[in-house]
C-alpha cells in the first residue's frame, strides 16, 4: 500500500522553527518529484515548496522563500521541511505529495499530485 505519512506539526510561537518530516511506504521516492502543500480555514490548498526527483531543482512560494528549506533523503525515503521565522499566517494543515514528473514549477503551482499524505497541522500562535 504507497503511503506517505507526515510528522513534526504543532504550535508553535511567531518566530520559531519546525521541521516537517514525510516518510513514504510502498514505493520509493527516487523517481519522483516531491512537495509540501498547505490548506488554512477557508482557503485553497496551495503549493508551498516542491523539489525534483534527480537534479535538485526546487520551487517555493513567495511566501515562504528565505524561510523554509526543502530537503530530501532518498536513502531513508523521506522529504523534509525547514520552517523558520514562522508568521501566525503560516498557520496551516500541511500535506506531503508525490508527483511523477520532472517539472517542480507546474507540481507545486497546479497542483499536479499523484499521492497526498494525510496532513499535519502547524499552528503559529502566541
Known amino acids: 500500500q504507497l503511503q506517505l505519512v507526515e510528522s513534526g506539526g504543532g504550535l508553535v510561537q511567531p518566530g520559531g522553527s519546525l521541521r516537517l518530516s514525510c516518510a513514504a511506504s510502498?514505493?520509493?521516492?527516487?523517481?519522483?518529484?516531491m512537495g509540501w502543500f498547505r490548506q488554512a480555514p477557508g482557503k485553497e490548498r496551495e503549493g508551498v515548496s516542491c523539489?525534483?526527483?534527480?537534479?535538485?531543482?526546487?520551487y517555493y512560494a513567495d511566501s515562504v522563500k528565505g524561510r523554509f528549506t526543502i530537503s530530501r533523503d532518498n536513502a531513508k525515503n523521506t522529504v523534509y521541511l525547514q520552517m523558520n521565522s514562522l508568521k501566525p499566517e503560516d498557520t496551516a494543515v500541511y500535506y506531503c505529495?508525490?508527483?511523477?514528473?520532472?517539472?517542480?514549477?507546474?507540481?507545486?503551482?497546479?497542483?499536479?499530485?499523484?499521492?497526498w499524505g494525510q496532513g499535519t497541522q502547524v499552528t503559529v500562535s502566541s
Open positions: 523539489v525534483s526527483s534527480s537534479d535538485g531543482d526546487t
Open positions: 505529495a508525490a508527483a511523477n514528473l520532472g517539472a517542480v514549477f507546474a507540481m507545486c503551482r497546479m497542483t499536479i499530485v499523484d499521492y
Open positions: 510502498g514505493f520509493t521516492l527516487d523517481h519522483y518529484a
